[in-house]
């Protein structure tokens, strides 16, 4: 089994900084992609940033230049650093990671359980 488990979200001012954290555990074999996404009150969920196991990154464009993600392969572990957060940036962040269990096994996407970040204005 494999789990995700997701740190760091909170309450912060318009314009703060915080930092997310995501670890996977479990039976673990290789992970590939792993990643963040969100989702507002009435909205649906959306990408907000990417990482590759080779460090490549993708985000939205509403998170350029604000938000960075970065991995530690070694402890199977995926952040999101925001700064100069915005009222927009509320919502619930989840953590995704794409994992195979084992030699040969394909991939499959795996969720955390969301943390909840709210912005203040």
């Known amino acids: 089994q494999v789990q995700l488990v997701e740190s760091g979200g909170g309450l912060v001012q318009a314009g703060g900084s915080l930092r997310l954290s995501c670890a996977a555990s479990?039976?673990?074999?290789?992970?590939?992609?792993m990643g963040w996404y969100r989702q507002a009150p009435g909205k649906q969920r959306e990408l907000v940033a990417t990482?590759?196991?080779?460090?490549?990154?993708n985000y939205v464009d509403s998170v350029k230049g604000r938000f960075t993600v970065s991995r530690d392969n070694a402890k199977n572990t995926v952040y999101l650093q925001m700064n100069s957060l915005k009222p927009e940036d509320t919502a619930v962040y989840y953590c995704?990671?794409?994992?195979?269990?084992?030699?040969?096994?394909?991939?499959?996407?795996?969720w955390g359980q969301g943390t909840q970040v709210t912005v203040s204005s």
């Open positions: 995704n990671a794409w994992i195979s269990t084992g030699w040969l096994l394909s991939p499959k996407g795996y």
């Open positions: 479990g039976t673990i074999f290789s992970i590939s992609a």
């Open positions: 990482i590759t196991s080779g460090g490549s990154t």
